[in-house]
Nanobody, 124 residues
């Protein structure tokens, strides 16, 4: 088992930046592929980005490609989501997720471990 805790959310103006963090604890000796998702009010959850355990392959949704960057610091058991050029439509609860497999995937059901989420609000 691994526990995930997100932080770094908040209120930011459109065009601004935020960096989300996701700290893992528990069985962190295992290797996990990490993903970021979000869910806006009244909308389905949306995959954003994922990174393999080896800090190798990454994958981004088209909606955030070029604006968001996923990275990880395995020494700190932490994964990050740097979000730039934020838009009002980026407002959502952001979740990190983990799976004990090196393959980068995009479906929610493929990630068994989830954090509690952090709110990001982008104002116009």
């Amino acid at each position: 088992q691994v526990q995930l805790v997100e932080s770094g959310g908040g209120l930011v103006q459109a065009g601004g930046s935020l960096r989300l963090s996701c700290a893992a604890s528990g069985r962190t000796s295992r290797r996990y592929t990490m993903g970021w998702f979000r869910q806006a009010p009244g909308k389905e959850p949306e995959f954003l980005a994922a990174i393999s355990w080896s800090d190798g392959p990454t994958y981004y949704a088209d909606s955030v490609k070029g604006r968001f960057t996923i990275s990880r610091d395995n020494a700190k058991n932490t994964v990050y989501l740097q979000m730039n050029s934020l838009k009002v439509e980026d407002t959502a609860v952001y979740y990190c997720a983990a799976r004990s497999d090196p393959v980068v995937v995009t479906q929610r059901w493929q990630y068994p471990y989830w954090g509690q989420g952090t709110q990001v609000t982008v104002s116009s």
